[in-house]
Each structure stands twice: as structure tokens, then as C-alpha cells.
């Protein structure tokens, strides 16, 4: 990830590296502020975002694909074009049930994504 994705007003996909965050799971920091952050995640099929919380207000969009989105102990199966939105401080994980990608928004931004 480079500093140069701080507050860039245009992103190129093609040019951001993929990062391996789990088993079949990669993400790439589209861009970000201190208040808000874009980041793609591709899954494989079978790539699990491990159940967790965060104190970040989360949104997403199913880009492609199908999963199985846990939150909060409900589990529905979203598909592309469907979102979600997972409330600060909730537990929540993801199965992906067809090969596809999310992109997910937080706020504020992830610190440790960077």
C-alpha cells in the first residue's frame, strides 16, 4: 500500500497490487481519509472473512459473486448488487459461496489496513 492512496481523487484498480489477507481472501485499499475508506476484497470460492468486530461503521456492496454474511448471528446469502450494513461494535463474517468481490466502506477509516 503506498501513501499515495491518502485522499486520491482518481484510482486506477489495475495499477493497486492485491493483498493476501487470508486463504482465498485478498484486498487492495482503493483510497481513504481519516473519515472514510474504500477497499476492494476478492474472494475465492470458499475464502472466509473470519468472524470479528471493529469499532467502524461498515458498509458493502457485492461487486460479484454470492455469500454467506453473518451479522450479528443472522446469516442470509447476498448476491451481486445486494449491500449490507454492519453497525459498530457487531460481530459479523463472510463465506463466499461463488468466487466474486465486495467492496466494503468504513468509517472512519481502518487504521490498520495501512
Partial sequence: MTA?????????????????VADGVQRKVMTYDANLMMVKVRFETGGIGA?????????????????AITIAGETRTV??????????NVRHGAVCVEAGELVDLFTPMRDDFV
Fill in 4 to 20: 499515495t492512496q491518502l485522499g486520491v481523487l482518481f484510482v486506477d484498480d489495475e495499477s493497486l497490487p492485491w493483498e493476501t
Fill in 51 to 67: 468472524a470479528h468486530s471493529h469499532v467502524h461503521t461498515q458498509m458493502s456492496y457485492v461487486a460479484s459473486g454470492a455469500f
Fill in 79 to 88: 448476491r451481486k448488487g445486494d449491500a449490507y450494513y454492519i453497525p459498530p
